[in-house]
């Protein structure tokens, strides 16, 4: 966006009404092109000023996104009376704006901010610190049951003297006289009125008489603190802790970042896990699969007893009720006990006898059938 589009009217220019379509522009920058055109009036200065005018125009409202941003431009020129940056221009109906207020009413149009070199970036108020990293091993026990514990931050902290003030113990931090604590201070240029950061707190809204001797005022040190942290029950491997205020502090009076812990949970020796579901392979032996048993199953809290069907295949999973995880928060999950069938690799004489004695048996049962 340029100061044209507050001074002119590009629809006037070309003779078209606000609501006119693309054709109905483009053939209106036509006809006045050919007119006003220098080729068709050499050593015409005015003609050529006037062919650089509708050139002007047409390239604004040509371009539906620029269009659409010089309209919102008008109708807030229209509806607060302004009249032009001319010394005799009233601004709008003679009172002073802000930059920051019309750069509001448009909508946040990109381009008005770069036209008065003016930005939030030029301001120097308090501001957040970032969200710092860090990883936490735990054990498989500690995600299940939760725990508190600690964990090592190392890089900027409050500094460990001045609590983060950056004033000398004993001192005081003041306010800002110059910019009352706002950090900036407005400066008028005809009926606009730009805000910039305070040159004597430069942008902070404190002043430090006395800096503190450890962070020379910054209010800040690089260290490494322990922070602590309490690890839900239910927390799985690779959930993200959110602890708030306790990341990198914030400057000029500034609220900290939070802390993001991701958790490192250890693999349990007995269990897997799926969500809040525990998983566990338990063996059993060919007669136990064929005849049917009853298995003692542990669980995180002691044994429960299992029953196995006869003829129960290898990989079958039962589901035992509420003999999971249970979460501070959702549901409490199953345990989930699947049966696998061992295959012995050594059997001794006897044993072999009898297993080829069984096969033959089967075999022959087997067969029975096809016949």
Not at 206 to 224: A, F, H, Q, Y
């Amino acid at each position: 966006m340029n100061r044209d589009w507050v001074e002119k009217d590009f629809y006037q220019t070309l003779g078209v009404s606000p609501e006119a379509t693309a054709d109905e522009v483009k053939k209106a920058y036509r006809k006045l092109a050919q007119t006003h055109h220098p080729d068709a009036n050499p050593g015409d200065g005015a003609a050529e000023d006037k062919f650089k005018e509708i050139s002007e125009a047409y390239a604004t409202l040509s371009n539906v996104e620029q269009r659409k941003e010089y309209d919102q431009v008008r109708r807030l020129v229209a509806s607060g009376g302004y009249s032009g940056f001319g010394p005799d221009s009233g601004g709008f109906r003679g009172q002073q704006m802000r930059v920051e207020d019309l750069s509001d009413l448009l909508g946040g149009l990109g381009g008005l901010g770069d036209l008065f070199n003016f930005g939030s970036g030029s301001r120097g108020g308090p501001t957040r610190g970032a969200d710092v990293q860090a990883d936490l091993s735990i054990s498989f026990e500690d995600t299940v049951a939760g725990a508190t514990t600690t964990v090592k931050v190392k890089g900027a902290a409050p500094c460990s003297r001045c609590g983060g003030s950056g004033a000398e113990p004993g001192t005081q931090v003041i306010t800002c006289p110059t910019c009352a604590g706002r950090g900036v201070v407005a400066q008028n240029q005809g009926f606009f009125s730009f805000s910039q950061p305070c040159p004597q707190c430069r942008g902070s809204g404190r002043i430090i008489e006395t800096p503190c001797t450890v962070c020379r005022g910054s209010g800040t040190e690089t260290r490494t603190r322990e922070v602590k942290v309490r690890v839900p029950a239910g927390v799985q491997d690779g959930n993200t802790l959110r602890l708030r205020g306790k990341g990198a502090p914030g400057r000029n009076g500034g609220p900290s970042g939070d802390l993001l812990v991701r958790v490192r949970a250890a693999p349990s020796r007995t269990f897997g896990r799926r969500g809040n579901d525990l998983t566990l392979v338990v063996p059993i032996t060919y007669t136990e699969a064929v005849l049917g048993t009853k298995l003692e199953v542990p669980t995180l809290n002691g044994v429960v007893k299992l029953k196995v069907p006869a003829g129960t295949p290898s990989g079958k999973t039962f589901r035992v009720r509420a003999k999971g995880v249970v979460p501070e928060r959702g549901r409490t999950g199953d345990l989930l006990v699947t049966i696998q069938v061992a295959v012995p690799t050594k059997v001794g004489k006897e044993e072999k006898q009898l297993i080829e004695d069984l096969a033959r048996y089967e075999t022959d049962d087997l067969r029975s059938h096809l016949r």
